[in-house]
Structure formats: structure tokens, C-alpha cells
């Protein structure tokens, strides 16, 4: 069993950063793939970024490419996100989730295990 929680949202400026990490508990979370998903007001769960068990290999959303970056630590089991060049759009309550499937799942419903979440807010 895995459980995750997430930490490091809040409130800040358009342009400005900040860093998500999502602490995992478990003895199999460096076997995992792991990725951030968001949730924007009144709208669906959407996929940000995931990062292999292994961290050599990422996939990213087209709207966060180059502005987001995802990173893991097996030895901490810790998973951050960190969010540059922020803009009002990426406002959400964002999410981690950890996979039994190998490779870069994208889907929700591909992942077995979810935290509850860190609002990010991006004031304009």
C-alpha cells in the first residue's frame, strides 16, 4: 500500500514558481511510476506530468512543456513538481498518484493510488 501527501502549494504572482512535493509512503514507491495531475475549478482531472520508476524518462502536458519539471527522489521517497513561468490558467488544486503499470501512464484511471492534493492559486 502506498500513501501520499502532497505539499508546497499557496498563492502566487503570474510569472512567479513554486515547487510541489509529494512525500510516499510504502516499500515499493521506488518501483512506481509517479505523476502530478491537476484539477481546475468546476472543470475534469487533468494530466500534468509522470516520471518512470527509475526518473530516466518523463512525459509532460503540452501546456506545462518547458515551464514544468518533474523530479524523484527513491532515497526520500519524495516526488516534486516544479512549476516555472506560472500563469492564472494553471490555478487547480493539483494532485500526485502513483502507478502499478510501467512506462509513462497519462490516464487517471491508470493510477491506483492518489493524495489529496495542494491548491496552487496564480493571481493575474
Known amino acids: 500500500q502506498v500513501q501520499l501527501v502532497e505539499s508546497g502549494g499557496g498563492l502566487v504572482q503570474a510569472g512567479g514558481s513554486l515547487r510541489l512535493s509529494c512525500a510516499a509512503s510504502?516499500?515499493?514507491?521506488?518501483?512506481?511510476?509517479m505523476a502530478w495531475f491537476r484539477q481546475p475549478p468546476g472543470k475534469e482531472r487533468e494530466f500534468v506530468a509522470v516520471?518512470?520508476?527509475?526518473?530516466?524518462?518523463?512525459g509532460y502536458a503540452d501546456s506545462v512543456k518547458g515551464r514544468f519539471t518533474i523530479s524523484r527522489d527513491n532515497a526520500k521517497n519524495t516526488v516534486y513538481l516544479q512549476m516555472n513561468s506560472l500563469k492564472p490558467e494553471d490555478t487547480a488544486n493539483y494532485y500526485c498518484?502513483?502507478?502499478?503499470?510501467?512506462?509513462?501512464?497519462?490516464?487517471?484511471?491508470?493510477?491506483?493510488?492518489w493524495g489529496l492534493g495542494t491548491q496552487v492559486t496564480v493571481s493575474s
Open positions: 510504502g516499500r515499493t514507491f521506488s518501483t512506481y511510476p
Open positions: 516520471i518512470t520508476w527509475s526518473g530516466d524518462s518523463r
Open positions: 498518484a502513483a502507478s502499478r503499470l510501467y512506462g509513462l501512464p497519462m490516464d487517471p484511471g491508470q493510477y491506483n493510488h
